[in-house]
Nanobody, 122 residues
Framework: QVQLVESGGGLVQAGGSLRLSCAAS????????KAWFRQAPGKEREFVAT????????YYADSVKGRFTISRDNAKNTVYLQMNSLKPEDTAVYYC???????????????WGQGTQVTVSS
């Protein structure tokens, strides 16, 4: 069993940066791929970024490529999302997710956190 808890969200001006963290509990954390998704009001949850269990493979949505970086520290059981050059359209609830392998669809992921709000003002 894996439990995920996100933190680091908040209010930031356009062009600013935030770093989200996702702390995991459960002894199988190291074997799971991790991902970040986001959901804006009135919209479906969408893929943001994913990272393999080793950290050797990453994949990003086109909308965040070059601005966001996903990373993980297996010794700390934590995955991160560094978000730079934030835009108002990045405003959403950001969710951490875990699965046996990387994928870009929500249905692939078995475990989810409760989400953290990111608001970018113009």
């Amino acid at each position: 069993q894996v439990q995920l808890v996100e933190s680091g969200g908040g209010l930031v001006q356009a062009g600013g940066s935030l770093r989200l963290s996702c702390a995991a509990s459960g002894r199988t954390f190291r074997s799971y791929a991790k991902a970040w998704f986001r959901q804006a009001p009135g919209k479906e949850r969408e893929f943001v970024a994913t990272i393999s269990w080793s950290g050797g493979s990453t994949y990003y949505a086109d909308s965040v490529k070059g601005r966001f970086t996903i990373s993980r520290d297996n010794a700390k059981n934590t995955v991160y999302l560094q978000m730079n050059s934030l835009k108002p359209e990045d405003t959403a609830v950001y969710y951490c997710a875990a699965a046996a392998s990387i994928a870009v669809v929500t249905t692939h992921y078995d475990y989810w956190g409760q989400g953290t709000q990111v608001t970018v003002s113009s």
